[in-house]
């Protein structure tokens, strides 16, 4: 027997309220890290335009959960192929910046990067992709996973490789785990698991041979600047006045912090101008920094609180197409969060991935509050019932 509940009813107030809380944590941290240097500015200059783009994050957050997430099926392709055209438009009549090709638009007004929101078109591609395949009956096939595998690959790697070659590494590798993320929820054996990783350790391995020895053929797949960001992961204390210079200062600040943090507005490093895009895509130096470990342990718990609360929403979901939207937009999310923080603290290389929500805003922020209106589009209509699942 269906229990009836109202959209209000079943909205999730708790995903609001941890999303609320990122918000919070975003204008302190981007208040902090330009009043210096950004000194000629007024000192609530990103601040206020941080709470715009905010403001219409959440326009867009509401629109994407007014509209039937049943609806986006019938949009997935219309979508899809509208991203590739904005892809294709990039590459042709993209503004190049920083030695990369990734937006369209006016250098002086308005600027749009479309690879963000080709990630929701993505998910959205593949989640009706995926529904389509795993209707029915599936058998637990070699040649059944490979199916799968092959249709998703079909759908994710032409917009993965054009945004490779803009170059955006990061974004390209975001749209990589949600494929990897919404093939696990397809239910595809762990075989197949083990043999989609052993592809990515030899398509590794064999990017290292061809720079050790073949580095001419290997400029064609990784870009000069790219290959200076992983020098500097490996050896960040190299070059600490060139190519480690952002990483050797983010972690000198974060080890400043230590337990309690300097406090705010009080970081050495975030006060010193020292760091290049400390609102942007090192923000979370600040955090470390000025709240030490507790405030970023703190900001950590909130992400596990959030992406707990989608996992939750996509395994409650009795309609496995809108379990496929929300499995997406966690794999979406999850990515950013750990290469983010991870580039930050050396564990991994840098690629210039926003940390969701925190970082200063733009076509990233929009995108993801379009995915958390999607993860609670699904939520406000996912049937509960009081006595199990009605067959």
């Not at 970023?296 to 939207?325: D, E, H, K, P």
Request: aromatic residues 14%.
């Amino acid at each position: 027997m269906e229990e009836r509940k109202s959209s209000l009813q079943q909205l999730d107030f708790t995903l609001l309220f941890l999303l609320f809380v990122l918000m919070c944590i975003s204008l302190m941290a981007i208040y902090s890290g330009t009043t210096e240097q950004y000194a000629q500015l007024d000192p609530t200059f990103f601040v206020r335009r941080q709470v715009v783009w905010f403001a219409i994050g959440t326009i867009l957050m509401l629109a994407a959960m007014s509209i039937d997430y049943e609806m986006f099926k019938n949009f997935s392709i219309p979508l899809y192929g509208f991203g590739m055209f904005l892809l294709l438009l990039v590459q042709f009549f993209g503004i190049n910046r920083n030695g990369a090709q990734r937006w369209i638009g006016h250098p002086d007004y308005f600027l749009f990067q479309p690879s963000e929101f080709v990630k929701i078109f993505v998910i959205i591609a593949l989640a009706h992709l995926l529904y389509h395949i795993t209707q029915g009956p599936k058998e637990k096939t070699f040649m059944g996973d490979l199916k799968i595998i092959g249709k998703v690959a079909a759908v994710g790697l032409p917009p993965f490789f054009l945004i490779l070659i803009q170059p955006d590494l990061g974004t390209a590798l975001v749209i990589a785990a949600v494929m990897m993320t919404m093939v696990l929820m397809s239910g595809v054996t762990w075989r197949m698991i083990g043999l989609l990783t052993s592809i990515v350790v030899a398509g590794l391995s064999f990017l290292v041979i061809l720079h050790n020895y073949f580095f001419h053929i290997f400029s064609i797949f990784i870009k000069g600047h790219q290959l200076d960001r992983i020098y500097a992961w490996l050896d960040p204390m190299g070059d600490t006045s060139g190519l480690g210079y952002q990483l050797f200062h983010a972690l000198q600040g974060i080890g400043a912090g230590q337990l309690y943090g300097m406090g705010f507005t009080q970081g050495a490093k975030s006060q010193g101008g020292e760091i290049p895009e400390l609102h942007t895509d090192f923000i979370f130096t600040v955090i470390g920094e000025e709240f030490g470990f507790v405030g970023a342990t703190v900001l950590i718990v909130v992400y596990f609180l959030l992406l707990y609360r989608m996992v939750i929403i996509a395994f409650s979901c009795n309609n496995t197409f809108g379990s496929y939207l929300v499995a997406g937009v966690v794999g979406l999310l999850v990515f950013q969060v750990f290469q983010n923080i991870g580039m930050t603290i050396g564990l991994m290389p840098i690629t210039g991935l926003a940390l969701p929500f925190i970082s200063y805003g733009g076509s990233a922020l929009l995108t993801n509050m379009i995915a958390v209106g999607i993860v609670l589009n699904v939520n406000i209509r996912t049937k509960h019932y009081m006595f199990g699942e009605d067959h």
